[in-house]
C-alpha cells in the first residue's frame, strides 16, 4: 500500500503582517516568523500546515506539498510511469528534501520528506 499525506499547503500573499494576524485570528498556530519573506502555521486540529511566502496573491503562487517517506524512490517509479519533474529531489536550507512537478493544469506541486523539521524546525517559536 503506498502512503502519501497531503498536511502542507503555500500560498503567496503582499503583506505577511496582515496574513500573519489574519490566520492567527482563525486559529492557526505560528510556528515560523520569517517575516517579511515567509510564515508557517500549524493547523490545530489535523496536524497540517499552512504557510504563506511573500509575493502577489494569486497567479500561481498556491504551492500544493505531498508528503513521502520514500522521495528519492517515489520519484523513480513516477519518471518510470512517465511524469516529468521540475526539478530532481534535493536537500533544502529549510531542512526538506524536495522534488517539483506540475500537474496537468501547471499547478505547482511538490513531493518531499521534511520528518520532524515539518512542525518542529530548529528556529521554531518557543511555545
Given at each position: 500500500?503506498?502512503?502519501?499525506?497531503?498536511?502542507?499547503?503555500?500560498?503567496?500573499?503582499?503583506?505577511?503582517?496582515?496574513?500573519?494576524?489574519?490566520?492567527?485570528?482563525?486559529?492557526?498556530?505560528?510556528?515560523?516568523?520569517?517575516?517579511?519573506?515567509?510564515?508557517r502555521f500549524l493547523c490545530p486540529d489535523s496536524g497540517g500546515t499552512f504557510s504563506v511566502a511573500h509575493g502577489e496573491a494569486g497567479g500561481g503562487g498556491t504551492t500544493v506539498y505531498f508528503e513521502v517517506d520514500d522521495l528519492d524512490?517515489?520519484?523513480?517509479?513516477?519518471?518510470?510511469?512517465?511524469?516529468?519533474?521540475?526539478?530532481?529531489?534535493?536537500?533544502?536550507?529549510?531542512?526538506?528534501?524536495?522534488?517539483?512537478?506540475?500537474?496537468?493544469?501547471?499547478?505547482?506541486?511538490?513531493?518531499?520528506?521534511?520528518?520532524?523539521?515539518?512542525?518542529?524546525?530548529?528556529?521554531?517559536?518557543?511555545?
Open positions: 500500500m503506498i502512503t502519501m499525506r497531503m498536511n502542507h499547503v503555500e500560498i503567496t500573499a503582499p503583506d505577511l503582517d496582515a496574513a500573519w494576524v489574519f490566520y492567527g485570528k482563525l486559529g492557526l498556530v505560528p510556528i515560523v516568523d520569517s517575516r517579511p519573506r515567509y510564515v524512490e517515489r520519484v523513480s517509479q513516477l519518471k518510470i510511469a512517465g511524469v516529468n519533474f521540475a526539478s530532481e529531489p534535493e536537500d533544502k536550507r529549510w531542512l526538506w528534501r524536495e522534488a517539483e512537478l506540475s500537474d496537468p493544469a501547471g499547478n505547482r506541486i511538490v513531493l518531499y520528506f521534511a520528518g520532524k523539521n515539518r512542525i518542529n524546525p530548529p528556529w521554531r517559536i518557543p511555545g
